[in-house]
């Protein structure tokens, strides 16, 4: 049996492309190392599971693996949640806090969608890299740390650096190891395996253990673009999963859930036929995009039973992001 790397089962790559087998290759030699590491792709394209591959692969696999998802807070309590506060730093700071830095000493920070980050968090995150040191808010203090920091996002962040809305010296100290996700309409071949390992999960974990996925429902799943990459394929087996009537999924199925799928995204992008003079007002585009928000939110629920994790998954959202516009368009759901 051969023992190239690229031979071996991987515990975050399913499937045979050339590609991805290049990627795995390159977090077996990485993961040791303790350079910062920038992951790149569209969003659902599985860099939070390259992470945590890197992670398991370093020396310090025993020690905190610690995300943090940079789109979530605003800019004063991201800078908390990143690098603690004191007491009576701002309102609310009733007592001393340890941030995801502090808390992930000795082993791997996770900086999710760093992109998001605003300009004073770059400059501190840039001082973290350059010296491993922090103060928290509201502190004086200088904290030392020995982690590895490892970083995602999707956006374009060379055209941010020249936008100046990025801090280059931040952008080369986050890409020592650039590693770049493809989509997964560009390693087509993968997904009959990937439609099947997803099936096999959701099967199990939803006490459905004898469903499976026929052979023209995987040439269906494999003809679909995936917009949504990795993360909407899976969401999509799953539904397929709880929703079958018997134990075989057939091609029927795949094109009645694409075809639900298609009509969900088109409510949240209606067409508008606007008024020459409404173009120029400032409340008519947020209006626009909050109803179309509200109806996307409104179906998800409904298509879900109510089960908010579900709709965030099936709208690819973050639980606390769908939390917070379900706030902002006024729905209620128990």
């Known amino acids: 049996m051969s023992t190239d790397p690229s031979h071996r089962k991987s515990d975050f790559v399913v499937g045979s492309s050339h590609c991805m087998r290049a990627i795995a290759q390159l977090a077996e030699r990485v993961g040791p190392s303790p350079a910062t590491a920038l992951i790149r792709g569209e969003s659902g394209t599985g860099k939070e599971l390259v992470a945590r591959a890197l992670h398991r692969r370093s020396l310090v696999a025993?020690?905190?693996?610690?995300k943090v998802d940079c789109t979530a807070l605003s800019d004063l309590l991201m800078e908390s949640e990143l690098f603690g506060h004191e007491r009576g730093a701002f309102t609310g700071a009733v007592?001393?806090?340890?941030?995801?830095?502090?808390?992930?000493h000795g082993g791997t920070l996770f900086l999710d969608e760093v992109a998001e980050l605003s300009l004073p968090s770059?400059?501190?995150?840039?001082?973290?890299?350059?010296?491993?040191?922090?103060e928290r808010v509201g502190g004086t203090e200088t904290?030392?740390?020995?982690l590895r920091v490892v970083a995602a996002t999707h956006r374009g962040l060379e055209d941010m650096v020249e936008r100046r809305t990025f801090r280059h010296d931040l952008f080369y100290r986050l890409n020592v190891v650039p590693i770049w996700l493809p989509p997964l309409r560009a390693r087509r071949q993968d997904i009959p395996d990937l439609a099947l390992h997803f099936c096999q999960e959701a099967a199990i974990?939803?006490?459905?253990?004898?469903?499976?996925?026929?052979a023209a429902a995987t040439e269906a799943l494999a003809e679909y673009d995936w917009p949504g990459n990795v993360r909407q394929l899976q969401n999509?087996?799953?539904?397929?999963?709880?929703?079958?009537?018997?134990?075989?999924?057939?091609?029927?199925d795949v094109r009645r859930a694409l075809h639900d799928a298609a009509a969900l995204e088109s409510a949240a992008t209606p067409i508008v036929t606007?008024?020459?003079?409404?173009?120029?007002?400032?409340?008519?585009?947020?209006?626009?995009?909050?109803?179309?928000?509200?109806?996307a939110l409104i179906r998800a629920l409904k298509h879900t039973g109510g089960?908010?994790?579900?709709?965030?998954?099936?709208?690819?959202?973050?639980?606390?992001t769908l939390y917070q516009k379900l706030s902002e368009c006024g729905i209620r759901q128990a």
């Open 62 to 66: 025993d020690r905190p693996f610690v």
């Open 95 to 104: 007592v001393r806090k340890r941030g995801r830095v502090e808390l992930a």
């Open 143 to 146: 904290i030392r740390v020995d």
């Open 205 to 214: 974990r939803n006490r459905k253990p004898d469903v499976q996925l026929d």
């Open 307 to 320: 089960n908010r994790t579900a709709a965030a998954r099936l709208l690819g959202l973050s639980r606390s």
């Open 274 to 295: 606007a008024r020459e003079d409404d173009v120029g007002s400032a409340g008519h585009l947020a209006r626009v995009v909050r109803d179309a928000e509200r109806i």
């Open 236 to 252: 999509l087996v799953e539904r397929l999963v709880v929703l079958v009537e018997g134990d075989s999924i057939g091609r029927d």
């Open 122 to 134: 770059q400059a501190k995150l840039l001082r973290l890299l350059q010296d491993r040191e922090f």
